[in-house]
């Protein structure tokens, strides 16, 4: 997954996965979303938007949501409406972070383990990005895009992945963190 594209305004991240074989513990995989004010582009986000919630707004919203990776097609789909969110709020990061409880809070689950996954990342019917998770197969969470707004208003996606050990509580706190 790479490229950075300008001039953004509906996108939608859609991602999929295998369910794990029979008789082991359900994939969950979970897309979630920080919004940061402009004025504090890597402090604490403003909001996040994970499962079972949607931005204030609601200009970010979980269309779909999977627990086990079933079914056909993509199993979990945001859509951020990055044209209707409010001036004061300059940077979005979505990420993907797998629900891994493991015995005792060991993490036992990385992106390599977990057969089938993909991302999309596409605005109307063109594909800005797509990856495999080939790239950051030994993580537990990956920031999967960040959403940049320039002076003039418009929206920029940079799509490079960017892999982290950890939980989602602990992703949620990084994932404000600039890029190398």
């Known amino acids: 997954m790479s490229g950075v594209r300008k001039g953004l305004a509906k996108v939608e991240i859609a991602l999929r996965w295998d369910p794990s074989p029979a008789g082991t513990p359900a994939h969950d995989l979970d897309i ?23 931005a204030p707004d609601g200009t970010i ?13 993509f199993d979990e789909v945001m859509t951020l409406e990055l044209n209707r969110l409010a001036p004061g709020l300059g940077r979005v990061v979505v990420g993907v972070v797998i629900q891994d409880p493991g015995p005792e809070g060991a993490r036992t689950k990385t992106f390599a383990t977990v057969a089938g996954t ?8 063109t594909d800005l990005a797509r ?24 929206w920029s996606l940079d799509a490079r992945p960017r892999g982290f050990d950890a939980d989602p ?9 600039p890029r190398p």
Do not use: K
């Open 32 to 54: 979630l979303a920080a919004v940061y004010d402009s004025a504090a582009l890597y402090g604490d986000p403003v909001y996040l938007v994970h499962f079972g919630s949607r």
């Open 131 to 154: 990856s495999d998770f080939a790239d950051v197969g030994g993580f537990s969470a990956v920031t999967v895009a960040e959403f940049l707004r320039d002076s003039s208003g418009g």
């Open 169 to 177: 509580e602990q992703y949620a706190r990084l994932m404000a963190a």
């Open 118 to 125: 993909g991302l999309r990342i596409r605005e109307g019917y």
């Open 61 to 73: 919203t979980l269309n779909r949501d999977s627990d086990t990776g079933q079914g056909l097609g």
